[in-house]
């Protein structure tokens, strides 16, 4: 009897001892699964609050960096100022181009003439000065176009100029009045730009505001992003009231009717 009851007394500890284990084990994959719970309720908070953040106003609904919309590479570097001495260069040079012909009235022809009679001269003195001291000759680099490249930079203009003329034909179709109004303004302003300035200063003007304007924004982003929408804003509630009390009295249907 007294085995008995011993062996029962020791299997009652032990079904204790693994009841003891068992809620243990539950309450910890219990805490285990709070835990994974809240771990994806942070989770996907946290990608809300990206998407948010991510949707954040951008200048004409730029989705992509400055960097790419300039089209990558060296020449987004160059307006970017990413190589300082390359970007310096380029504008030094288009100074000093600007200079001989709007300041000094350098005529082009006469550059380009002067500029091949001074490096003729100097190759040619080279040369013969190489035979006189008993020195081979300098042997010149052969210079020619590679075909390739004239190619694609004659192909890139062929498909810029059609995407052109299609603008044009699908404005003067009379299917957007917005896109039409915005271009006449375009021209606009051009013509009077014409008007103060000679095509040189204009197109060296254009030059360097390329090289600068991209920087600057890069630079303060986020604050001209900010004025941007405000002006934004302004321009479509203006736009509105110009719709409501101008454009929406325009006999657009009847004269579409009467010359279709």
Same mark, same amino acid.
Request: aromatic share 10%; hydrophobic share 45%.
């Given at each position: ?11 009652? =500890? ?7 284990? /068992? ?10 699964? +709070? ?10 908070? +946290? ?24 089209? +990558?590479?060296?020449?987004? @570097? ?8 390359? %970007? $310096?260069? =380029?504008?030094?040079?288009? %100074? ?8 000094? &009235?350098? /005529? ?5 003439? /002067?500029?091949?009679? #001074? $490096? ?23 210079? #020619? ?6 190619? +694609? ?28 109004? #915005?271009? !006449? ?6 013509? !009077? ?12 003007? !254009?030059?360097?505001?390329? /090289? ?5 924004? @890069?630079?303060? &982003? ?8 405000? $002006? &934004?804003? &302004? !321009? ?17 249907? $009847?004269?579409? #009717?009467?010359?279709?």
């Amino acid at each position: 009897m007294a085995e008995e009851n011993e062996q029962s007394f020791v299997d009652s =500890v032990k079904e204790k001892i693994t009841e003891t284990f /068992h809620n243990e084990d539950s309450s910890s994959d219990s805490d285990n699964e +709070g835990k994974k719970k809240k771990s994806t309720s942070s989770s996907s908070a +946290g990608e809300v609050v990206d998407d948010v953040k991510n949707k954040v106003y951008r200048l004409f609904g730029r989705e992509r960096p400055v960097h790419k919309v300039l089209g +990558g590479g060296k020449p987004a @570097d160059i307006f970017l100022w990413k190589d300082k001495k390359v %970007t $310096a260069g =380029v504008l030094g040079f288009a %100074t000093v181009i600007w200079v001989l012909f709007e300041l000094v &009235e350098y /005529h082009l022809l006469t550059l380009v003439c /002067h500029t091949l009679i #001074a $490096a003729l001269a100097v190759l040619f003195l080279w040369s013969n000065a190489a035979s006189f001291i008993n020195k081979s000759p300098p042997k010149f680099p052969e210079v #020619a176009l590679p075909e390739d490249i004239v190619l +694609g930079v004659a192909n890139a203009l062929r498909v810029e100029v059609n995407k052109a003329l299609e603008v044009l034909r699908c404005i003067a179709s009379g299917k957007d009045l917005k896109k039409f109004l #915005a271009v !006449i303004a375009g021209l606009w302003v051009l013509s !009077i730009l014409g008007s103060c300035w000679n095509f040189l200063t204009l197109f060296y003007t !254009i030059f360097v505001l390329l /090289h600068t304007v991209p920087y600057v924004y @890069d630079k303060y &982003e986020d604050k001209v992003d900010a004025f941007g929408e405000k $002006a &934004e804003a &302004e !321009i479509k509630k203006q736009y509105a009231v110009f719709s409501a009390k101008v454009l929406s009295k325009v006999p657009v249907g $009847a004269l579409k #009717a009467k010359f279709a």
